[in-house]
């Protein structure tokens, strides 16, 4: 069975830290992943995908996302936040030629000063 | 031009009304979806067109009817709902194949009263 897991459903990090959120797959085929950010009342807006190939991936706003088909994971980093960044943040895994998408729970970041 | 565009940005609507919300993207996109989230969870899939034509519905009631008029335009035609239907109401479009990302609007807030 397919399956997205965001251990954390929560994270506070202080402005111009790092942030790592994790994000781990259960698919039995090539997985297709994404993650997206969503601020309070808005829309999601993708970071970045990862399809095939390098298994760094760069996205926008300076984020960066590394697959691991060992650990079955594919988590999201950014080296320094800013106040901007605190949103509620989602792995979504591509499950089929439809263009489904499974999210996980998601993680909301606060950032402090 | 990635943007998918939903209106109206709000919506309150008694039980017995018979509303529609509306969704349009001008990417050439040949699949469309509706997504259904609730507060504090990830986006729940409701429907999915492709080529115009309905190929996913992820059993919703029938109070919610969808319809594609042709490959821009998605609309949700909402009648006798329920209060725990009231949610954030999310468009999305993508190319439609295994490999390509969804764009999501920026969603209706729905309140059902």
């Known amino acids: 069975a397919q399956s997205v897991t965001q251990p954390d459903i929560h994270i506070t990090v202080s402005e111009g830290a790092s942030l790592e959120l994790r994000c781990n797959y259960s698919?039995?085929?090539?997985?297709?992943l994404f993650w997206y950010v969503q601020s309070p009342g808005q829309g999601l807006q993708l970071l970045l995908k990862?399809?095939?190939?390098?298994?760094l991936v760069q996205g926008i706003k300076g984020f960066e996302a590394e697959f691991k088909r060992s650990q079955s994971s594919f988590n999201l980093r950014k080296p320094s936040v800013h106040w901007s960044d605190a949103a509620e943040y989602f792995c979504?895994?591509?499950?089929?030629?439809?263009?489904?998408?499974?999210f996980g729970a998601g993680t909301q970041v606060v950032v402090t000063p | 031009d990635t943007e998918v565009t939903q209106t109206p940005k709000h919506l309150v609507m008694g039980m017995t009304n018979k509303k529609s919300l509306k969704c349009e993207q001008h990417?050439?996109?040949?699949?469309m979806y509706w997504y259904k989230q609730k507060a504090k969870k990830p986006p729940e899939l409701m429907f999915v067109?492709?080529?115009?034509?309905?190929?996913i519905n992820e059993s919703v009631p029938s109070r919610f009817s969808p319809e594609c008029p042709n490959s821009s335009l998605l609309n949700l035609h909402l009648h006798a709902l329920q209060p725990e239907d009231s949610a954030l109401y999310l468009c999305?479009?993508?190319?439609?194949?295994?490999?390509?990302?969804?764009?999501f609007g920026q969603g209706t807030r729905l309140t059902v009263v």
């Open positions: 999305a479009s993508s190319q439609g194949r295994i490999n390509t990302e969804a764009f």
């Open positions: 979504a895994l591509l499950t089929d030629s439809w263009g489904k998408l499974q």
């Open positions: 698919y039995g085929a090539t997985p297709y």
């Open positions: 067109y492709s080529y115009e034509k309905l190929s």
């Open positions: 990862y399809f095939s190939g390098d298994t």
């Open positions: 990417m050439g996109h040949r699949a």
